[in-house]
Each structure stands twice: as structure tokens, then as C-alpha cells.
């Protein structure tokens, strides 16, 4: 498998760019992760108020790293890891998060070649104290 990034132009060092625009991937098998966030994949239902809580305990920056947990845990089992990403949709509860997203995502894949992303701003997510929800398409 081969990724290649995608420049229509050279990126300026002063711009820190989050994101790559696009990747080039070839001869892979994707993956399709869906939605994570700070919700643990498998868990009780209806939710137990104590371990609903433990979910969202913390702020953006918490949760995020809860989000990504999990992500790297359904790509592990699938046989990958978040170097294998080539493309994110993050959708956040609010906008004005994105800066501390672009600081854990620094953390998560580098400054050099960070994956593709969209990042959207929803009225809701799937529960009132959850503050975002990523999906992820990876490539082995």
C-alpha cells in the first residue's frame, strides 16, 4: 500500500496546517469506523448514570483523547493504527473546540503529514454532555 499526500500548492511553515488536503492511496483494503467519541464502543444500555458520567468527565480536550482511545482500539482490531488514517470527520458540538483539536491532533499523527478532515459544527450530538463524534476511513 502506498499513501501519497496531495499539495496544490507548497504549504507555508507559518500556515501549521492540521490537516493534509487530500491523500492518494493505492492498493489498499479500506476500513469505515463509525462514529466515536468519548462513549466507549461497546457499553450497557440503557447507560448507567455513574459510567455515563466517568464518559464525559473532563472538557474538549478529555474527551478528545477518550475519542481517539477508541478509535486506535477498533483500528487495532481491524489490524491497523492512526497512521493508517486517510480521512477524519470530526463533528463538534461546538466550533470554537477546533483550536484544542488541532492540538491533540498535532499530538495523534504529527505536524508533518496529518490526515485529511472535515469539521463540522452540529446542533446535537447523540448525547447532551458529549462534545464530539469522529469517523474515520483507514487504509491497510
Known amino acids: 500500500m502506498k499513501i501519497t499526500p496531495v ?6 511553515p507559518e500556515y501549521n496546517m492540521p490537516f493534509v488536503p ?16 468519548p462513549i466507549p464502543p461497546y457499553h450497557k444500555h440503557p ?14 480536550r478529555e474527551q ?10 477498533v483500528l487495532a482490531a481491524a489490524g491497523a ?22 492540538e491533540v491532533s498535532a499530538e495523534m499523527f504529527g505536524t508533518q503529514i496529518p490526515p485529511p478532515r472535515t469539521v463540522v459544527q452540529v446542533a446535537a450530538l447523540n448525547h447532551v454532555n ?3 463524534e469522529i469517523d474515520v476511513i483507514a487504509a491497510i
Do not use: R
Not at 27 to 34: H, N, R, S, Y
Not at 64 to 73: A, R, V
Open 7 to 12: 499539495h496544490p500548492q507548497e504549504p507555508k
Open 22 to 37: 487530500a491523500f492518494v492511496v493505492e492498493g489498499a483494503k479500506l476500513i469505515f469506523v463509525a462514529g466515536c467519541g
Open 47 to 60: 447507560h448507567v448514570p455513574e459510567e455515563e458520567a466517568e464518559w464525559f468527565k473532563g472538557g474538549i
Open 64 to 73: 478528545t483523547l477518550k475519542t481517539f482511545e477508541h478509535i486506535k482500539m
Open 81 to 102: 493504527d492512526l497512521t493508517n488514517i486517510v480521512k477524519l470527520t470530526i463533528y463538534l458540538s461546538d466550533v470554537a473546540d477546533q483550536n484544542v483539536i488541532n
Open 130 to 132: 458529549m462534545k464530539l
